[in-house]
């Protein structure tokens, strides 16, 4: 079993940036792999970023490619999103989710099976 708690979220104007932390309870943070999703208003829940167990292997959507980064630091239980030139479109509510599988299918919201209780980013213009 793993807890994760989201937090970093927040309002920022296009082209900023913000740092969200996902942070797992427990001694067995390494055997996750652990991905983020997010959800606008209206819309179904979209894969955004993943990271593999080992750390060595990471997946981005198309539309954050280039402007986000996943990473996890194993001693101390998190992982991070750094988001930077943020858009309009970026803004939802983020989740952190975790799964004790393989690295495959990733980026499907059914494999995962833990989950945050998401944290607000907003983007205006």
């Known amino acids: 079993q793993v807890q994760l708690a989201e937090s970093g979220g927040g309002s920022v104007q296009a082209g900023g940036s913000l740092r969200l932390s996902c942070a797992a309870s427990?001694?067995?943070?390494?055997?996750?792999?652990m991905g983020w999703f997010r959800q606008a208003p209206g819309k179904e829940r979209e894969f955004v970023t993943a990271?593999?167990?080992?750390?060595?292997?990471?997946a981005y959507a198309d539309s954050v490619k280039g402007r986000f980064t996943i990473s996890r630091d194993d001693a101390k239980n998190t992982v991070y999103l750094q988001m930077n030139s943020l858009k309009p479109e970026d803004t939802a509510v983020y989740y952190c989710?975790?799964?004790?599988?393989?690295?495959?299918?990733?980026?499907?919201?059914?494999?995962?099976?833990?989950w945050g209780q998401g944290t607000q980013v907003t983007v205006s213009s």
């Open positions: 427990g001694r067995t943070f390494g055997r996750y792999s």
């Open positions: 989710a975790a799964r004790e599988a393989n690295w495959y299918q990733f980026s499907r919201v059914d494999v995962y099976d833990y």
């Open positions: 990271i593999s167990r080992s750390g060595h292997s990471t």
